[in-house]
């Protein structure tokens, strides 16, 4: 019955949660809305553009972090507990979900005609080829993944789907996670929205399939991200799409 009913509690939506959306979807409404404003202030606070951009990035994801930690810190723990115990698994399982993914990806891509860059893509890779890795992979590698996976998988599915049919909720999921990442003046686009169709339906399948295991959906959304960027910075700047 303890057992249970700690399981039970760490699916609960709490206050910490409806924060982290708050503060998920105000930061958004606002940049969306004001960002001609925001723009103009952080380059009041940093003259180079690409550091006002990341700073911008930084806030944001450091804002929604703080909360999105402290209330999924006991579920975050359990599930590296749990991936302790099998470690080989998990070394194995994450390389193979990338592949996986990338080869969904080259489908989904094929299937909605020549891909195109979002502009979500086209910022990151700006601020790739202006802003060192040290600043850049703590936050697309470890705080951005985990903000992701903690919003999209953990309360889209795994507290959700205490609610709605759990497969309502992964498809929720993809449809929302592909949509925010393609912001701007593209719209959405199913040529656009490929890739990341591909990496959010994998996440969901990896997420459910470890029965609900916010670290294991994360390993494989950062190690993901952690390629993206070794590849950005590994390629000359003039080769990569403007």
Known sequence: MGTLH?????????ALDALAVAVYLGFTVYFTLAGDTVQRLMLQLFPDP??????????????VGIFAVASAWRVAG?????LG???WFTLGMVPLAIVVMLILTAVLVAAFGTAQSSENQLGIQGLLQHVPAWLMVPLLVVLGPFVEEYLFRHLLIGKLSQYVNIWICCVISVA????IHVVGREGLVLSAL?????MAAVLV???VWTGKNLMFSYFVHAAKNLMAVVLIYAIPPELLPN
């Open 6 to 14: 700690t399981k039970a509690s760490l699916y609960r939506f709490n």
């Open 85 to 87: 115990t099998r470690p």
């Open 78 to 82: 359990r599930d590296l507990r749990i």
């Open 194 to 198: 490929a890739p990341y169709l591909g």
């Open 205 to 207: 399948a990896v997420y």
């Open 50 to 63: 690409a550091t006002a951009s990341y700073a911008v990035n930084a806030i944001f994801y450091a804002g």
């Open 176 to 179: 929302v996670f592909a949509s």
